[in-house]
């Protein structure tokens, strides 16, 4: 009878929260849920993403960035030492934000361009010499997305070595939308020019220069129209495939967040289709990049290519962080109801 009584209830409570939506304490629990998941998709692996800031409220994002990221919104920040991730792919930057350098063998391609031109003058072109990288041969700079940190340096790098600036068209208009700068500004960052309208790519896109071949992909969400790029990289006689999920902190708004969740899903079927093994972000400690290159070779493998399974696997992870933003929000919404 008691049995009977409860599975009564269950049907009841169920009932009663298709028909007035969740409560508050539910969202909670299913945001707890879908981070809980997270975790176990992840594995011990990829545990320092489950457990990092994709996880987190997006209220909570920049706070645990503060607390936790070496030199975060330090406009002083020091370098890290540069280093070759891959035999054509190199990292430049401080810890919290950086660029990385692709040599096709006939010209650079630079992803993003650090916070402003101080930074590219102090941490850049000393990381680039120190690599025996020519800044004259810098052919083209790819900005992810229009936010200061990633587009800060590239105005400079335009006028003074001719470089061509690729964005999508939709985040060639986001430059006077910028949330970031302003709040930067107020932590000490000077004011940045951006780059002058320049070249637009669309989706699915590409750029061949030399041995390597850019695809474009759009993936709104992050900002309208950041940008998720895929390319090869080479270790010694082989080739792998990488991509750059192009905006990781969340939005609490449910647009934005529905327009990331759909560009995720997208760019985890493109993944899957072009076969990348591995991931890179200019934030390059979201993706774990600083601790597998220090972690160096295990049984012959290169310690930043995941696989394609474990590429799989921390989309996942993305993929259960924005439901548990999705409760989150949906319970904020009903406590301001």
């Not at 850049?124 to 990288?133: A, S």
Request: glycine share 10%; with cysteine.
């Amino acid at each position: 009878m008691k049995k009977i009584v409860l599975v009564f209830m269950l049907l009841y409570t169920g009932l009663a929260v298709s028909a007035q939506g969740p409560t508050t304490e539910q969202e909670s629990f299913s945001a707890a849920a879908h981070v809980q998941r997270a975790k176990e998709v992840g594995g011990p692996e990829l545990a320092f993403h489950a457990e990092g800031i994709i996880c987190q409220p997006a209220p909570a994002q920049i706070p645990y960035a503060l607390n936790n990221i070496p030199h975060f919104l330090n406009p002083k920040a020091p370098a890290v030492e540069p280093f070759a991730a891959f035999d054509n792919l190199y990292y430049v930057g401080p810890y919290a934000v950086g660029t990385w350098i692709l040599d096709t063998g006939d010209g650079l391609i630079l992803f993003d361009a650090l916070n402003n031109e101080g930074e590219v003058k102090r941490i850049l072109l000393p990381g680039m010499k120190q690599l025996g990288l020519d800044p004259n041969d810098l052919k083209y700079l790819v900005i992810t997305h229009a936010h200061f940190d990633h587009y800060g340096g590239a105005h400079y790098l335009q006028q003074t070595y001719g470089v061509r600036v690729i964005m999508s068209a939709a985040d060639w208009k986001y430059f006077p939308n910028d949330i970031a700068l302003p709040w930067a500004m107020k932590k000490g960052y000077p004011g940045v020019t951006p780059p002058e309208m320049d070249m637009v790519v669309n989706d699915g896109d590409t750029l061949t220069l030399g041995d390597a071949t850019v695809t474009f992909w759009v993936t709104p969400g992050h900002t309208p129209g950041t940008l998720s790029p895929i390319f090869p990289v080479r270790d010694g006689d082989n080739t792998h495939f990488v991509g750059m999920w192009g905006g990781n902190a969340l939005h609490e708004n449910i647009k934005e967040l529905t327009q990331m969740h759909d560009s995720l899903h997208r760019f985890q079927s493109l993944a899957r289709q072009q076969a990348v093994e591995g991931l890179i972000s200019t934030h390059a400690w979201v993706t774990g990049s600083f601790r597998l290159h220090a972690k160096g070779r295990v049984d012959g493998r290169h310690p930043m290519v995941f696989g394609k399974d474990g590429v799989d696997r921390y989309l996942d992870v993305i993929d259960e962080c924005i439901s548990a933003q999705f409760a989150r929000s949906n319970a904020k919404q009903l406590l301001g109801s």
